[in-house]
């Protein structure tokens, strides 16, 4: 089977960028956002800026918020355009998503952060 070049779908990328809106930056996140930056850590990549508690916490508001938004897309789907619609107030001015393929696999494949911990607070 021939290789499907990604392309920009318009509603799709609102679709995306409602969800990823509804899923984090609405969410725990935000408390994180707010507090203040490591004086000893701040932009040093080596160190994680943010506590296993406070990552489990934000991960697990967006799966509870996507496998919600998935079950109303399947079984409700107004209230899903409408949810959406308000997550989309937020997004306005977001960039597009970038649609590469061969980026999204090679970002799966890698992973690892350091272990080392430093306090926002």
Known sequence: MPKRKMTLDPELAAETKSIVALAFRNGPIEDVHAGKEC???AG?????????????????????????LLW????????????????NRHT??????????GEFWGSISSSGA???????R
């Open 44 to 68: 040093k990549v080596e160190y994680s800026h943010i506590t296993q508690d406070e990552m489990k916490n934000i991960m697990k508001r967006a799966v509870d918020t996507v496998y919600k």
């Open 72 to 87: 109303l897309k399947q079984n409700d789907p107004e209230k899903y355009e409408a949810t959406l619609e308000f997550g």
């Open 39 to 41: 004086p000893n850590c």
């Open 92 to 101: 306005r001015f977001w960039d597009e998503p970038k649609a590469d393929v």
């Open 114 to 120: 350091g272990s080392s911990r430093c306090s926002r």
